[in-house]
């Protein structure tokens, strides 16, 4: 079936170094992909979005490239801050289903340090 | 402002005892779903409205109800909660069902049932 895979966590990181999470999916059709945040105490809100082959999402610093060829959807920050501590969801979503679910990958921690 | 209104934030009830959590938006969105958080699990789909009076399951319905009767609200019902059901929930609300549409979640209301 449809999956997101997403690396374990969770991550630490000091202020201003370089952010990768991994994601990779595996899906029947041509999904969108997803990266929602979950800030402490809050539900999740839409990071970014890429919706075709080779498209680029970015917000907030953060961007990831929708790559079909290896079936991932990478997030990346080249400098974080500790107000992006937070958890991180990978998340597709297929076309024609007649439902929106977001498949989601079980999420990445990440606390960054001062 | 734009949101989605869960209540309570949170809920400790004992095995048995029916219990509603509320669910409200603004937005006057067709679609509403909602989805239980657990370690290690990610976010699992519960059920699903794409519009009044139109609900279906999702990934893990079982023990669950919920109801669609006006297009703000979203009510999810546990007529007799077991200690599995310990869980963070959201809900969340989307304008339509396509794949593109951003999915605006709630602040979560975590149950747990002793």
């Known amino acids: 079936g449809d999956s997101v895979t997403q690396m374990e966590g969770p991550v630490t990181l000091s202020e201003e170094a370089f952010l990768t999470i991994n994601c990779t999916y595996t899906a029947t059709g041509y999904p969108s992909l997803f990266w929602y945040v979950q800030y402490p105490g809050e539900g999740l809100q839409l990071l970014l979005k890429a919706t075709k082959a080779d498209d680029k999402g970015s917000n907030k610093g953060f961007e990831a490239t929708y790559r079909k060829e290896t079936t991932s959807f990478h997030l990346e920050k080249g400098s974080v801050q500790v107000s992006d501590s937070a958890v991180y969801f990978c998340?597709?979503?297929?076309?024609?289903?007649?439902?929106?679910?977001?498949?989601f990958g079980k999420g990445t921690r990440l606390s960054v340090i001062a | 402002e734009a949101q989605v209104t869960q209540n309570p934030r949170y809920l400790i009830t004992v095995t048995g005892k029916k219990l509603t959590v509320t669910c409200s938006q603004n937005?006057?969105?067709?679609?509403m779903s909602w989805y239980r958080q657990d370690p290690g699990l990610g976010l699992r789909q519960i059920y699903y409205s794409m519009n009044v009076e139109v609900t279906d399951k999702g990934d893990v319905p079982e023990g669950y109800k919920v109801s669609r009767k006006e297009k703000r609200n979203f009510p999810l019902i546990l007529e007799s909660p077991s200690p599995n059901q310990t869980s963070l929930y959201f809900c969340?609300?989307?304008?339509?069902?396509?794949?593109?549409?951003?999915?605006?979640f709630g602040s979560g209301t975590q149950l747990s049932v002793l």
């Open positions: 937005m006057n969105h067709e679609y």
């Open positions: 998340a597709l979503s297929l076309p024609g289903t007649g439902n929106t679910p977001l498949v």
């Open positions: 969340a609300s989307s304008r339509g069902v396509s794949t593109n549409e951003k999915l605006f």
